[in-house]
Protein backbone atom coordinates (compact mmCIF):
# COMPACT_ATOMS: atom_id res chain seq x y z
CA UNK A 1 0.00 0.00 0.00
CA UNK A 2 0.88 3.37 -1.05
CA UNK A 3 1.87 5.67 2.45
CA UNK A 4 0.67 8.92 0.41
CA UNK A 5 -0.66 10.18 -2.84
CA UNK A 6 -0.05 13.51 -4.00
CA UNK A 7 -2.80 15.79 -6.06
CA UNK A 8 -1.35 18.56 -8.74
CA UNK A 9 -4.45 19.72 -10.44
CA UNK A 10 -2.04 22.78 -11.76
CA UNK A 11 1.83 21.80 -12.08
CA UNK A 12 4.28 23.73 -13.94
CA UNK A 13 7.54 23.58 -15.43
CA UNK A 14 9.51 26.47 -13.06
CA UNK A 15 12.54 28.02 -15.17
CA UNK A 16 14.74 30.20 -13.15
CA UNK A 17 16.75 31.97 -15.86
CA UNK A 18 19.58 34.92 -14.55
CA UNK A 19 20.17 37.95 -16.58
CA UNK A 20 22.19 40.08 -14.99
CA UNK A 21 21.20 43.93 -15.21
CA UNK A 22 17.78 42.85 -17.04
CA UNK A 23 16.16 45.61 -18.60
CA UNK A 24 12.66 46.05 -19.50
CA UNK A 25 12.69 46.91 -23.15
CA UNK A 26 16.42 46.29 -24.17
CA UNK A 27 18.15 43.50 -25.22
CA UNK A 28 19.33 40.79 -22.16
CA UNK A 29 21.67 37.86 -22.49
CA UNK A 30 20.85 35.34 -20.20
CA UNK A 31 23.96 34.00 -18.07
CA UNK A 32 22.31 30.65 -17.30
CA UNK A 33 18.87 28.69 -16.82
CA UNK A 34 17.70 25.42 -14.49
CA UNK A 35 14.75 24.04 -15.26
CA UNK A 36 12.65 22.00 -13.42
CA UNK A 37 9.19 20.20 -12.82
CA UNK A 38 7.41 22.10 -10.32
CA UNK A 39 3.72 21.94 -8.70
CA UNK A 40 2.99 21.67 -4.95
CA UNK A 41 2.27 18.02 -4.55
CA UNK A 42 5.19 17.19 -6.85
CA UNK A 43 7.32 19.24 -4.59
CA UNK A 44 5.74 17.14 -1.48
CA UNK A 45 5.89 13.92 -3.01
CA UNK A 46 9.92 14.20 -3.92
CA UNK A 47 10.52 15.49 -0.29
CA UNK A 48 8.30 12.51 0.83
CA UNK A 49 9.87 10.07 -1.46
CA UNK A 50 13.36 11.66 0.20
CA UNK A 51 12.17 10.76 3.33
CA UNK A 52 11.70 6.69 2.38
CA UNK A 53 7.65 6.89 1.73
CA UNK A 54 6.14 5.43 -0.90
CA UNK A 55 4.45 8.18 -3.04
CA UNK A 56 1.95 8.43 -5.88
CA UNK A 57 1.52 11.82 -8.10
CA UNK A 58 -1.88 12.84 -9.69
CA UNK A 59 -3.58 15.55 -11.81
CA UNK A 60 -3.22 16.52 -14.50
CA UNK A 61 -0.26 16.93 -17.22
CA UNK A 62 -0.15 18.36 -20.79
CA UNK A 63 0.62 15.55 -23.14
CA UNK A 64 3.32 18.19 -25.02
CA UNK A 65 6.08 18.22 -22.63
CA UNK A 66 6.01 15.30 -20.29
CA UNK A 67 9.31 14.32 -20.27
CA UNK A 68 10.76 16.77 -18.05
CA UNK A 69 8.02 15.86 -15.22
CA UNK A 70 9.05 11.76 -16.15
CA UNK A 71 12.14 12.35 -15.56
CA UNK A 72 11.67 13.54 -12.16
CA UNK A 73 9.09 11.03 -11.62
CA UNK A 74 11.67 8.13 -12.13
CA UNK A 75 14.63 9.70 -9.97
CA UNK A 76 12.33 9.97 -7.32
CA UNK A 77 10.82 6.82 -7.65
CA UNK A 78 7.21 7.93 -7.50
CA UNK A 79 4.48 6.16 -9.34
CA UNK A 80 3.08 8.34 -12.12
CA UNK A 81 -0.79 8.68 -12.10
CA UNK A 82 -1.25 12.07 -13.75
CA UNK A 83 -3.84 12.16 -16.31
CA UNK A 84 -2.44 13.79 -19.66
CA UNK A 85 -4.54 15.99 -21.53
CA UNK A 86 -4.06 17.83 -24.79
CA UNK A 87 -1.36 20.89 -24.66
CA UNK A 88 1.24 21.99 -22.62
CA UNK A 89 1.68 21.98 -18.94
CA UNK A 90 2.05 25.95 -18.06
CA UNK A 91 5.71 27.33 -17.21
CA UNK A 92 6.45 29.95 -14.64
CA UNK A 93 9.65 31.83 -15.31
CA UNK A 94 11.52 33.78 -12.86
CA UNK A 95 14.08 36.35 -14.20
CA UNK A 96 16.92 36.55 -11.53
CA UNK A 97 18.57 39.71 -11.60
CA UNK A 98 21.45 38.90 -9.29
CA UNK A 99 22.86 42.29 -9.09
CA UNK A 100 19.47 43.53 -7.25
CA UNK A 101 18.63 40.14 -5.88
CA UNK A 102 15.25 41.04 -7.28
CA UNK A 103 13.33 38.41 -9.29
CA UNK A 104 10.72 39.18 -12.34
CA UNK A 105 7.90 36.10 -12.46
CA UNK A 106 6.48 35.88 -16.09
CA UNK A 107 3.48 33.09 -15.74
CA UNK A 108 1.31 31.09 -18.41
CA UNK A 109 -2.13 30.03 -18.58
CA UNK A 110 -2.39 26.91 -17.48
CA UNK A 111 -4.45 23.83 -19.15
CA UNK A 112 -7.99 23.59 -18.51
CA UNK A 113 -9.00 19.44 -18.33
CA UNK A 114 -12.42 18.87 -19.74
CA UNK A 115 -15.44 17.68 -17.58
CA UNK A 116 -14.56 14.04 -19.04
CA UNK A 117 -10.94 14.20 -17.72
CA UNK A 118 -11.99 15.68 -14.46
CA UNK A 119 -14.58 12.88 -13.85
CA UNK A 120 -11.83 10.22 -15.33
CA UNK A 121 -9.45 11.86 -12.52
CA UNK A 122 -11.82 11.88 -9.80
CA UNK A 123 -12.12 7.64 -10.33
CA UNK A 124 -8.70 7.21 -10.44
CA UNK A 125 -7.83 9.12 -7.41
CA UNK A 126 -10.87 7.32 -5.80
CA UNK A 127 -9.16 3.91 -6.24
CA UNK A 128 -5.73 4.89 -5.30
CA UNK A 129 -5.10 2.89 -1.74
CA UNK A 130 -3.02 5.39 0.15
CA UNK A 131 -3.29 6.37 3.82
CA UNK A 132 -2.89 9.83 3.50
CA UNK A 133 -3.43 12.15 0.42
CA UNK A 134 -2.30 15.72 0.25
CA UNK A 135 -4.15 18.17 -2.47
CA UNK A 136 -2.21 21.30 -2.51
CA UNK A 137 -2.51 24.18 -4.67
CA UNK A 138 -4.07 26.47 -7.41
CA UNK A 139 -6.81 25.10 -9.58
CA UNK A 140 -6.92 25.19 -12.83
CA UNK A 141 -8.52 27.66 -14.93
CA UNK A 142 -11.93 26.92 -16.51
CA UNK A 143 -12.11 24.24 -13.37
CA UNK A 144 -15.21 24.53 -10.44
CA UNK A 145 -13.53 25.64 -7.09
CA UNK A 146 -15.03 23.11 -5.09
CA UNK A 147 -13.22 20.33 -6.58
CA UNK A 148 -10.88 19.80 -3.77
CA UNK A 149 -14.25 19.33 -1.53
CA UNK A 150 -15.66 16.57 -3.89
CA UNK A 151 -12.26 15.01 -3.96
CA UNK A 152 -12.30 15.27 0.23
CA UNK A 153 -15.77 14.02 0.28
CA UNK A 154 -14.96 10.76 -1.44
CA UNK A 155 -12.11 10.31 0.39
CA UNK A 156 -12.93 10.70 3.66
CA UNK A 157 -16.26 8.21 3.10
CA UNK A 158 -13.47 5.55 1.97
CA UNK A 159 -11.60 6.45 5.59
CA UNK A 160 -8.65 8.19 3.78
CA UNK A 161 -7.16 10.93 5.86
CA UNK A 162 -6.55 14.26 3.83
CA UNK A 163 -3.38 17.38 4.43
CA UNK A 164 -5.22 20.41 2.25
CA UNK A 165 -2.63 23.09 1.06
CA UNK A 166 -4.83 25.41 -0.78
CA UNK A 167 -6.36 29.03 -0.66
CA UNK A 168 -8.71 31.29 -1.62
CA UNK A 169 -12.37 30.05 -2.70
CA UNK A 170 -11.13 26.73 -2.82
CA UNK A 171 -9.17 26.54 0.58
CA UNK A 172 -12.96 28.07 1.78
CA UNK A 173 -15.34 25.10 0.23
CA UNK A 174 -12.94 22.68 0.65
CA UNK A 175 -12.73 23.11 4.49
CA UNK A 176 -16.69 22.63 5.22
CA UNK A 177 -15.77 18.79 3.67
CA UNK A 178 -13.48 18.87 6.87
CA UNK A 179 -9.89 17.51 5.66
CA UNK A 180 -7.59 16.01 8.88
CA UNK A 181 -5.04 18.69 8.66
CA UNK A 182 -4.42 22.09 6.81
CA UNK A 183 -1.45 23.88 6.56
CA UNK A 184 -2.25 27.98 5.69
CA UNK A 185 0.46 30.35 5.89
CA UNK A 186 -0.43 33.60 7.86
CA UNK A 187 -1.89 35.66 4.72
CA UNK A 188 -4.10 32.71 3.73
CA UNK A 189 -5.59 32.70 7.13
CA UNK A 190 -6.00 36.59 7.94
CA UNK A 191 -7.99 36.32 4.31
CA UNK A 192 -10.08 33.18 5.33
CA UNK A 193 -10.84 35.21 8.15
CA UNK A 194 -11.91 38.75 6.67
CA UNK A 195 -8.89 40.67 9.16
CA UNK A 196 -5.24 40.79 9.58
CA UNK A 197 -4.46 38.95 12.51
CA UNK A 198 -1.23 39.87 13.92
CA UNK A 199 -0.28 37.85 17.22
CA UNK A 200 -0.14 34.05 18.50
CA UNK A 201 -3.31 34.67 20.21
CA UNK A 202 -5.50 36.46 17.36
CA UNK A 203 -3.98 33.47 15.61
CA UNK A 204 -5.40 31.31 17.95
CA UNK A 205 -8.90 32.80 18.21
CA UNK A 206 -8.98 32.18 14.72
CA UNK A 207 -8.53 28.84 14.31
CA UNK A 208 -11.02 27.71 17.14
CA UNK A 209 -13.73 27.47 14.68
CA UNK A 210 -11.52 25.30 12.28
CA UNK A 211 -11.39 22.73 15.44
CA UNK A 212 -14.39 22.86 16.33
CA UNK A 213 -15.43 21.72 12.78
CA UNK A 214 -13.40 18.53 13.09
CA UNK A 215 -10.10 19.47 11.43
CA UNK A 216 -7.30 17.96 13.31
CA UNK A 217 -4.10 19.88 13.40
CA UNK A 218 -3.23 23.23 12.30
CA UNK A 219 -0.35 24.25 10.99
CA UNK A 220 0.01 28.25 10.25
CA UNK A 221 3.02 28.82 8.59
CA UNK A 222 5.44 32.13 9.44
CA UNK A 223 7.62 32.39 7.22
CA UNK A 224 11.03 32.93 8.81
CA UNK A 225 9.35 32.98 12.26
CA UNK A 226 9.15 29.04 12.01
CA UNK A 227 5.18 28.02 12.72
CA UNK A 228 2.39 27.55 14.65
CA UNK A 229 1.29 23.58 15.45
CA UNK A 230 -2.81 23.75 16.77
CA UNK A 231 -4.64 21.12 18.11
CA UNK A 232 -7.58 20.78 20.46
CA UNK A 233 -5.51 19.88 23.11
CA UNK A 234 -2.04 21.79 22.59
CA UNK A 235 -0.31 24.64 20.43
CA UNK A 236 3.51 25.25 19.94
CA UNK A 237 5.52 26.99 18.24
CA UNK A 238 8.20 25.47 16.47
CA UNK A 239 11.54 28.38 15.46
CA UNK A 240 14.03 27.15 12.91
CA UNK A 241 17.64 28.59 13.60
CA UNK A 242 18.84 31.34 10.62
CA UNK A 243 20.23 29.94 7.94
CA UNK A 244 21.64 30.59 4.53
CA UNK A 245 18.59 30.89 1.93
CA UNK A 246 18.73 29.94 -1.67
CA UNK A 247 15.73 29.36 -2.08
CA UNK A 248 11.74 29.90 -0.29
CA UNK A 249 10.52 27.67 -3.44
CA UNK A 250 9.22 24.41 -2.07
CA UNK A 251 9.91 24.70 1.56
CA UNK A 252 6.57 24.71 2.75
CA UNK A 253 5.96 21.82 0.67
CA UNK A 254 9.03 20.06 1.85
CA UNK A 255 6.88 21.01 5.55
CA UNK A 256 3.67 19.00 4.48
CA UNK A 257 6.57 16.41 3.20
CA UNK A 258 7.45 16.54 7.36
CA UNK A 259 4.26 16.55 8.68
CA UNK A 260 2.86 13.91 6.62
CA UNK A 261 5.97 11.50 7.18
CA UNK A 262 5.65 12.12 11.09
CA UNK A 263 1.81 10.90 10.63
CA UNK A 264 2.95 7.66 8.82
CA UNK A 265 4.89 7.37 12.22
CA UNK A 266 3.14 8.19 14.76
CA UNK A 267 4.92 10.79 16.27
CA UNK A 268 3.79 13.34 18.67
CA UNK A 269 2.91 17.38 17.98
CA UNK A 270 6.52 17.85 19.39
CA UNK A 271 8.63 15.61 17.17
CA UNK A 272 6.08 16.33 14.34
CA UNK A 273 6.53 20.01 14.78
CA UNK A 274 10.73 19.20 14.70
CA UNK A 275 10.21 17.06 11.70
CA UNK A 276 8.19 19.41 9.53
CA UNK A 277 10.61 22.42 10.53
CA UNK A 278 13.63 20.78 9.70
CA UNK A 279 12.33 19.32 6.67
CA UNK A 280 11.40 22.98 5.30
CA UNK A 281 15.06 24.36 7.12
CA UNK A 282 16.66 21.59 4.02
CA UNK A 283 14.70 22.96 1.31
CA UNK A 284 15.48 26.96 1.01
CA UNK A 285 18.92 25.82 1.31
CA UNK A 286 18.97 24.04 -2.09
CA UNK A 287 17.32 24.49 -5.94
CA UNK A 288 15.12 22.39 -7.22
CA UNK A 289 12.48 19.73 -5.52
CA UNK A 290 13.26 17.41 -3.13
CA UNK A 291 15.70 17.04 0.21
CA UNK A 292 19.40 16.92 0.25
CA UNK A 293 19.57 14.25 2.67
CA UNK A 294 17.53 12.64 5.90
CA UNK A 295 20.62 13.03 7.21
CA UNK A 296 20.28 16.89 6.99
CA UNK A 297 16.84 16.86 8.20
CA UNK A 298 17.75 14.96 11.26
CA UNK A 299 21.02 17.14 12.02
CA UNK A 300 18.72 20.28 12.08
CA UNK A 301 16.07 18.83 13.74
CA UNK A 302 17.45 19.52 17.36
CA UNK A 303 17.88 22.79 16.15
CA UNK A 304 14.48 24.19 15.65
CA UNK A 305 13.21 26.16 19.28
CA UNK A 306 9.82 24.86 20.43
CA UNK A 307 8.18 27.19 22.65
CA UNK A 308 4.55 25.42 24.07
CA UNK A 309 1.63 27.78 24.45
CA UNK A 310 -0.72 26.87 27.13
Known amino acids: MLASVTITLNPAIDRTVL ?4 TAGATNRVESMHSHAGGKGINVASALSDLGHRVAVSGFLGHDN ?6 LFIAKKLEDRFVRIPGSTRQCIKISHSEQSEITEV ?7 SPNDIEFFQAMVGALDAQ ?3 LS ?7 SADIYQHLIRTLRA ?3 KILLDTSGEPFALALEAVPHIIKPNLHELSTFVGKPLKTDA ?3 EATHPLLDLGIELIIVSLGAEGALFITKTQTLKATPPQVNVRSTVGAGDAMVAGIISAQLQNLDLETTARLAT ?4 DAIQQLGPGLNSRQSVDQYRDQVTIIHHH
Open 19 to 22: IPGF
Open 66 to 71: TAIFER
Open 107 to 113: NFPGLTP
Open 132 to 134: WFV
Open 137 to 143: GSIPEGV
Open 158 to 160: RNK
Open 202 to 204: EIL
Open 278 to 281: ACSL
